[in-house]
């Protein structure tokens, strides 16, 4: 068990489990840590449990033993850890494991020795390959949505400013109150007003 943990108790979920029987039937035994970060404090209990409860029932999965942190607040954010204790039927399953879950830690319990074919291996790293070129692919599809979004937030915003100058605005003070945005936060787009003659200093 890692320091970082402060135990709120152990959970055996499958008690009657055995495990060198299913080492036996091709399972691998794994300790992995799982980090939920996010904020508020509830959403972060929330989700570690739903994520607990996703693996309990992937047939796949058995959970041998599972040991939940207390939520920490770090900074402006909340962190939670489960040190969770499994059996994962294959090496497959364990690199879906992997990227499903994303935990920060990963080791192989049993067994000690690992005898995998070549062409169950390059199955293993095709699939994760294809996984990986999807994620990439979700990510830049949402990197240009965000790029969109900012964009139009961007021409929404500086012609709403520009409408409250319009309609007789003559202060950051008075377009902040127009416009529902922080005066502080109009710094920038107010100097570029002026910067194209836009808006003047008086």
């Known amino acids: 068990m890692v320091d970082i943990f402060k135990k709120k108790g152990e959970s055996k979920v499958e008690s009657k489990v055995n495990i060198e029987e299913k080492l036996e039937e091709g399972y691998i035994y794994c300790r992995n840590i799982i980090e939920i970060l996010g904020k508020p404090k509830e959403y972060v209990e929330e989700t570690l449990n739903n994520l607990l409860e996703t693996i309990e029932e992937n047939p796949d999965y058995i959970i041998v033993k599972k040991d939940i942190s207390n939520a ?18 294959g090496l497959r399953k364990v690199m879906d494991f992997i990227l499903d879950f994303m935990p920060s830690s ?17 199955y293993v790293f095709n699939d994760m390959v294809g996984t990986i070129h999807n994620m990439d692919m979700l990510i830049k599809n949402y990197a240009a949505e965000k790029k969109v979004l900012i964009q139009n937030y961007s021409t929404l ?13 003559k ?7 127009i416009t529902g945005i922080d005066a502080k936060s109009l710094e920038p787009l107010l100097e570029k007003l002026k910067e194209k003659g836009e808006l003047t200093n008086e």
């Open 72 to 89: 920490q607040e770090q900074e402006t954010m909340f962190s939670q850890f489960v040190e969770v204790e499994i059996l994962i039927k």
């Open 106 to 122: 990963v080791e192989i319990v049993q067994p000690e020795d690992l005898l995998i074919k070549a062409d169950k291996m390059n």
């Open 157 to 169: 915003l500086h012609n709403t400013v520009k409408m409250a100058i319009k309609g007789g605005a």
């Open 171 to 177: 202060s950051k003070e008075e377009i902040s109150k």
